[in-house]
């Protein structure tokens, strides 16, 4: 950290404040990720880091270069957009793969739709026949 | 003043992304099912990347902007593959 002393104050401020809170809200997503009961709450809480958390850090940055360099330094919204898009993506599939486990051992608890569709019908629709498990 | 104050978030912001990865990483040791791991794996993989950048801003220089890029890219192949993994039972059809 040499040579900010030059640096301004309000931004300084500012990019710290972003930083505290995009590392905050990262801690707090796997906090819940330790402590919930089961998958399907589980796989909620790290989302808190990859759109809030994420989010903070990358302006931060965005901030932080763009005052540094007195020019507008925007590279950080490449990570930004690949994070947002493919975080949902991989979610949704580690997701439904666990539903197929699941359901193919039929132990474990799979939480069900509000309008109860039946077990038969959904995993109908969801697995195919000739697959290899 | 504004060298002090960036120099003691950004050490009480890497502190707590050390943190957030030993809770992924608690999850991927002792999860209960393959599954779990998957998910604390990627929750590693942000958190790291998010660490990354952090360093980028201590350090004043861009290059560490790619290496989270290269991080960010990473995470999602392996996450989809594992996921793939899961489903299928061989990444590869």
């Known amino acids: ?133 | 003043m504004s060298a002090t104050i960036l120099l003691w978030s950004l050490t009480l912001s890497q502190w707590m992304l050390v943190a957030a990865m030993g809770c992924a990483a608690f999850r991927v040791i002792g999860g209960p099912r393959a599954q779990d791991r998957v998910l604390g794996l990627d929750a590693l993989y942000v958190a790291a990347m998010l660490l990354i950048l952090t360093f980028g801003i201590r350090s004043g220089s861009t290059i560490y902007f790619e290496a989270a890029l290269v991080i960010a890219l990473l995470a999602f192949v392996s996450t989809a593959a594992l996921a793939k993994f899961l489903m299928r039972g061989e990444v590869i059809e």
């Open chain 1, 1 to 133: 950290m040499t040579g900010l002393d030059d640096f301004p104050l309000w931004a300084a401020i500012l990019v710290s404040l972003l930083l505290l809170a995009g590392s905050a809200l990262t801690l707090l997503g796997t906090i819940g990720l330790v402590r919930f009961k089961s998958f399907y709450e589980r796989v909620h809480a790290p989302t808190l880091g990859t759109t809030c958390g994420a989010g903070g850090i990358l302006i931060a940055s965005m901030l932080f270069f763009s005052v540094l360099q007195s020019r507008l330094a925007l590279h950080e919204l490449l990570i930004t957009l690949f994070v947002t898009v493919t975080t949902p993506v991989t979610l949704m599939l580690l997701a439904r793969a666990a539903i197929y486990r699941d359901r193919t051992e039929g132990k474990a608890k799979i939480p069900g739709f509000q309008n109860d569709v039946p077990p038969s019908s959904a995993m109908a629709s969801d697995a195919r026949p000739d697959d290899p498990g």
